[in-house]
């Protein structure tokens, strides 16, 4: 690791690049808890693949030199699957109000180093830009106290997100579908929402 991490919004086709990188970081770090997910370099790089077709999406890259050690994804809700819609048009949100933080991925040797910070901010900058946005929103899997992969260290982001300015909004569930480490076949698996209200 060197001192020389740059922080970099990357949108459309110059992702390209970038993407067989992204691909294996990613399922890299959504194996550990609590993802656990055991991950297909093949769906990844279609996954994306998205984030290039798409002009208003945004990946958030830090990289330290020409290596790509973390990521950060986002794009307007209205652009995303219909199972994270459907929790929001049930509430009756409009869809255009709400921008979407999709995923954080950062190398285990680059963390504590305030760049999940970065990734909020340069995301929340992206909407901003964008213009139009009300609500800005993530998602995160919720998992039993006492799975048994949970290590016994492990903590929450729960204060961190906070800190942000989001707050968890239990009324806004949704499921997605992967296979965990160990697992012979895929199963749903509970997400929740945070929210943050734009001025």
């Known amino acids: 690791m060197t001192k020389d991490i740059r922080i970099e919004r990357w949108s459309g086709a110059a992702l390209e690049k970038f993407i067989p990188e992204l691909a294996r970081l ?4 959504f194996r550990d808890f609590p993802y656990l997910y055991d991950g297909d370099y ?11 077709n798409n002009p208003e999406s945004v990946i958030v890259l830090a990289l330290d030199g020409d290596a790509v ?5 986002a794009l307007p809700m209205k652009f995303e699957t219909d199972e994270l819609k459907r929790p929001f048009l049930e509430n009756g ?10 995923e954080s991925v950062l190398n285990k040797n680059y963390r504590g180093l305030g760049i999940g910070v970065r990734f909020f901010e340069q995301r929340e900058a992206h909407a901003e830009d ?14 039993p106290i006492d799975h048994p992969r949970r290590p016994a260290d492990y903590v929450p982001l ?17 499921e997605y579908i992967w ?9 749903p698996k509970p997400m929740t929402f945070w929210l943050k209200h734009e001025r």
């Open 179 to 187: 296979k965990d480490l160990d697992d012979a076949e895929e199963t």
């Open 26 to 29: 990613r399922i890299e770090v």
């Open 93 to 102: 949100y409009d869809l255009d109000d709400v921008f979407y933080c999709s």
């Open 69 to 73: 050690v973390g990521a950060s994804t």
């Open 158 to 174: 729960d204060q961190f997100w906070n800190k942000r300015g989001y707050v968890k909004h239990p009324e806004l569930r949704t």
């Open 130 to 143: 964008l213009g139009g946005f009300k609500h800005i929103t993530f998602c995160c899997v919720e998992r």
């Open 42 to 52: 093949e769906y990844e790089k279609k996954y994306l693949q998205t984030y290039v």
